[in-house]
C-alpha cells in the first residue's frame, strides 16, 4: 500500500508542478480580474479563497466580497452566504466540503486536478479497514481528506479547532483515531495528552521544515519571532513563538512584539500577513532541499494550480464543477456539522488561541 500511494503522490506533484498557473503581468491581470468580477456578479457567484493561493484571487476575493480564510472559515462562509453558486480557490478537499454543505449550490473550481498529499496518503480502503480494527475509537479527521473518508468519521476538524476538540473528547475519557497528519497529531497528543492513534500521513510542503535550517536562519535575525504550522515536524514546532493554524498565525503576527518573523508554512500567507502587519517583515522558513525541488519551496504545488486564467474558465463555461455522490454526502454532513457546531459553541476559547 505504501509504494501505490508513494507512486499515486510523485505522479500527482509532477502533474501540479506541469500545470502552475502561468506568471502574467499586471495589466493582463486586471483585465482577468474584471472580466471574472463581472462573471460573479451575472451567475450570482462568490468568491472563497484560501490564505495559501495567489496573492491576485485573495485581493480579487476581497474585492468582490468574497472571503479569504483557511479551511474553516471558507465552509463557514460558503455556508452561510446567499450567493447560489461558490466558486472555491484552494484545494479539491475544499471545493468538497463546500458541496457537502451546501448540496443545493453549485461549487465551481479553476481546477479539479489541486488535490493535497494528505489526501492521497488516506484512501478509503485502507483508512475504513484501519477504523474497522479500532471500533473503540472515535474517529476524527482532519479536514484535508475526501468525502467518504470525512463520511467514515465521526468528527471532522481543521487545524484551527482540532486542539480544542481532541481535549474536549479526552476529556470526557474518548480514545481517539487521528487521521492523517501526523506531525499535526502528534501536536495535538502532546498538548492534550489525549490517548491518540495515528494514521501515518504528513503534508509534502510542512515537512520540509527544517529544525537546523531554521535555527540557522534565527541566527541571522536574532530578534525575529517563529511562526509555525503544526503540520511541520515537532522540533521545528518546538522552537515556535507562536503556532496555529493559519488564521492564527496571521493573528499572532499581528499581535506579538518582533517586527521580524520567520514564517514556517506556505509562503501564499504573507499576502494577509502583510496586510495585516503592514510595517513588518516576513520571511520563508528554509526547507531542506531549497533550490534542489518545487517541493521543497515552502509553496503548495496543488494550491498554485488555482490562477485566474482557469477560473474565468471555468466561471465563464460552468466547468470544473464538484460533484459528491449524495449518499457520502449526508454522511460526511453529520461530523462536519458537528465541527461547526463545536465551533460556534467554543467561539470565544477558539478566538483567544490566536
Ligand atoms: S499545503 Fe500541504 S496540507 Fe495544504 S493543500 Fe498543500 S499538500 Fe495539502
Not at 461549487?107 to 489541486?114: K, W, Y
Not at 493573528?251 to 500577513?273: E, H, N, W
Not at 449526508?330 to 463545536?342: E, T
Request: glycine share 6%.
Amino acid at each position: 500500500m505504501e509504494n501505490e500511494v508513494s507512486l499515486r503522490l510523485a505522479s500527482q506533484i509532477k502533474l501540479a508542478q506541469l500545470k502552475q498557473a502561468k506568471q502574467m503581468d499586471l495589466d493582463e491581470a486586471e483585465l482577468y480580474k474584471s472580466r471574472i468580477k463581472k462573471l460573479l456578479e451575472q451567475e450570482n457567484a462568490v468568491l472563497v479563497a484560501h490564505y495559501y493561493t495567489d496573492p491576485l484571487l485573495q485581493s480579487l476575493a476581497e474585492e468582490t466580497g468574497g472571503c479569504v480564510a483557511d479551511s474553516l472559515e471558507m465552509a463557514r462562509f460558503g455556508h452561510q452566504h446567499s450567493a447560489s453558486t461558490l466558486v472555491v480557490a484552494g484545494v479539491r478537499f475544499m471545493g468538497e466540503t463546500a458541496k457537502i454543505l451546501n448540496p443545493e449550490k453549485r461549487v465551481l473550481m479553476p481546477t479539479v486536478e489541486a488535490t493535497c498529499s494528505l489526501d492521497i496518503g488516506c484512501p478509503i480502503e485502507e483508512f475504513s479497514a484501519f477504523c474497522d480494527a479500532h471500533p473503540d475509537h472515535e474517529v476524527v479527521v482532519y479536514a484535508n481528506t475526501s468525502a467518504d473518508v470525512k463520511a467514515r468519521s465521526d468528527w471532522v476538524v481543521t487545524s484551527g479547532i482540532a486542539l480544542d476538540l481532541v481535549d474536549h473528547l479526552a476529556a470526557e475519557g474518548k480514545k481517539i483515531l487521528w487521521a492523517p497528519d501526523k506531525h499535526l497529531g502528534n501536536y495535538i497528543k502532546n498538548k492534550t495528552g489525549a490517548d491518540m492513534l495515528m494514521w501515518d500521513g504528513a503534508c509534502i510542503v510542512h515537512e520540509e521544515f527544517k529544525f537546523k535550517g531554521v535555527l540557522d536562519m534565527k541566527k541571522l535575525y536574532p530578534d525575529a519571532g517563529i511562526l509555525v504550522h503544526p503540520e511541520s515536524p515537532a522540533n521545528v514546532i518546538e522552537i515556535a513563538d507562536a503556532v496555529g493554524s493559519t488564521t492564527q498565525l496571521i493573528k499572532a503576527a499581528k499581535s506579538l512584539p518582533q517586527s521580524t518573523f520567520i514564517v514556517a508554512t506556505d509562503r501564499g500567507i504573507f499576502y494577509k500577513m502583510q496586510q495585516m502587519a503592514p510595517s513588518k517583515t516576513f520571511i520563508e522558513a528554509p526547507t531542506a532541499g531549497r533550490g534542489a525541488t518545487c517541493v521543497s519551496c515552502a509553496h503548495c504545488p496543488w494550491m498554485a494550480m488555482n490562477g485566474l486564467e482557469n477560473m474565468l474558465t471555468s466561471i465563464e463555461q460552468g466547468s470544473n464543477e464538484i460533484l459528491v455522490d449524495p449518499e457520502v454526502g449526508k454522511r460526511a454532513m453529520i461530523p462536519l456539522q458537528r465541527m461547526l457546531d463545536f465551533a460556534k459553541n467554543n467561539q470565544l476559547r477558539v478566538a483567544s488561541n490566536g
